[in-house]
């Protein structure tokens, strides 16, 4: 597809700009102001929102000038193996991420609702339980891989709970996500097949026998979402919760164990773990340029003519760091800021999300208090995309603990169970909806 795109097209993807992002798009923003040329892939091309005024314009006037739904873009698509790789992110599917206006608040509401169901003193105790488990699996070796080790390693485990499945399905889950994440085709296929087996065993068990658990709860939500909707509301649960949750935690644990203002508070307090999550949330949002959008008709936005058709992707991270949008010193509430996005499309699920993170980090951090960077943070490798703002690796060391020494340990706690005991319960939607069901408002 070939747009009218300049030839000084940004590329948001390979070693360079995975080195450094915030060079590229201070680049972009000297060239072209508000909104930038970019390619994603060869010959993918995109506009690219940078400016801060002008994301908040996109993401506020969704479903009114702007739409989610990418359908007339991926049409015309040429038929190549990066096109294909593009349509797997961003291509249509019948869940909250595609979809507008009704569409969008039904899809929406279903998983707004059940999020709030989740009570977050449970929640903490559950990812409490799951980082100890994984935190004692290093523990005593004195050093890890902090991405391969824990960051990836707790959405998976997280969400295989929330779902309803037992800690044992986590490994197939977290294994299935990571092959279609990083891998060659034939990996990257195998993965994908893997997690739609996963979705429907899922889906199959809870149809069979109801829990108190997320699936279950989609199912008998009101909306009455069909089978194909189920699944695909699931999809994007898992997908937009696993690799933004496990970045967040990477970016905000490699922050703080490369700067004294962190350091030190990990032992005696001078900066908390949540003012190094609202900086990374900030400098290097998760979802840095996921923000994809279309235009119904011809649009003049900030300086440059958009045709419908043509992929538009908001700029979290730019947007973010937009020299007039930045505060003149770290505050601890970050500020103003697009890490969650913003408009109807915001994150639902920010608040488990921090919560989550945070939780994380704290578990680590009071278990292994001398963490260090084993190369310097410059040296870190992150990995090519131009969607995340992910690393690859995060290496520290660490005193190692034993299981046999005093004290509160990573050992002591028992493995996660498989549901998230929550009130209230909903009724099963055979019973019919009463007034007093939780989401009859
Ligand atoms: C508990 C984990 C998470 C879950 C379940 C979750 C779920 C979702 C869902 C379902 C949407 C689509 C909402 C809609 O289209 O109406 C969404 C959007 C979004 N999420 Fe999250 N999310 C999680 C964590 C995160 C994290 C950690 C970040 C960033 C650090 C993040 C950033 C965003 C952003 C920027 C959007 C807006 C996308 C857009 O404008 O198109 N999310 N999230």
Not at 58 to 70: C, F
Not at 300 to 317: D, M, N, R
Not at 422 to 430: D, V, W
């Amino acid at each position: 597809m070939t747009l009218r795109y300049m030839p000084d097209s940004g590329r948001l993807y390979g070693p360079e700009y995975a080195r450094d992002p915030q060079a590229v798009y201070a680049e972009l923003r000297r060239r072209h102001g508000a909104v930038a040329p970019v390619e994603i892939a060869p010959g993918i091309e995109a506009h690219l929102v940078i400016a801060y005024q002008a994301a908040v314009d996109v993401l506020t006037n969704a479903g009114g000038v702007w739409s989610k739904n990418p359908t007339a873009w991926q049409t015309r698509l040429p038929d190549t193996p990066e096109a294909a790789g593009m349509i797997a992110m961003l291509g249509y599917r019948p869940n909250a991420l595609f979809s507008d206006g009704a569409e969008h608040a039904r899809y929406r509401k279903v998983i707004s609702d059940c999020f709030q169901l989740v009570q977050p003193h449970k929640l903490r105790q559950m990812v409490i339980e799951v980082c100890d488990s994984l935190i004692s699996q290093f523990a005593a070796k004195g050093e890890a891989d902090l991405v391969a080790d824990f960051a990836r390693a707790i959405p998976a485990r997280v969400f295989n709970l929330l779902f309803g499945r037992p800690d044992s399905d986590s490994a197939g889950l977290a294994k299935a996500l990571s092959d279609m994440m990083e891998a060659d085709g034939e990996t990257g296929a195998r993965g994908s097949d893997a997690f739609s087996r996963y979705i429907g065993e899922l889906i199959q068990g809870k149809y069979t026998q109801r829990g108190d658990d997320l699936t279950s709860w989609f199912i008998d939500h009101p909306a009455g979402l069909g089978s194909d909707e189920l699944a695909q509301t699931i999809v994007l649960v898992v997908a937009a919760s696993y690799e933004p949750t496990a970045n967040l935690i990477s970016n905000t644990i490699s922050r703080m164990v490369s700067d004294d203002r962190y350091y030190s508070s990990l032992s005696n307090g001078a900066l908390s773990t949540y003012d190094a999550l609202m900086e990374a949330l900030r400098a290097e949002p998760a979802m840095a340029n996921y923000g994809p959008y279309f235009v119904r008709q011809p649009v003049h936005f900030h300086g440059t003519w958009i045709q419908p058709a043509e992929l538009v992707l908001v700029s979290y991270a730019a947007a973010n760091t937009e020299p007039s949008n930045m505060p003149e010193e770290m505050r601890s509430d970050g500020g103003a800021y697009l890490g969650f996005g913003a408009g109807p499309h915001r994150c639902p699920a920010s608040d488990p999300a921090v919560l989550i993170a945070m939780t994380a980090i704290e578990r680590l951090t009071s278990h292994l208090c001398d963490l260090e960077l084993t190369v310097p943070r410059d040296g870190l490798l992150w990995r090519p995309g131009p969607f995340h703002r992910a690393l690859a690796h995060l290496p520290v060391r660490f005193t190692p603990i034993r299981p046999d020494q005093p004290g509160e340990s990573p050992w002591a706690v028992q493995p996660p169970s498989s549901s998230i005991p929550s009130e209230p319960t909903f009724p099963a939607r055979s019973a019919g909806y009463v007034t007093s069901a939780p989401w009859s408002s």
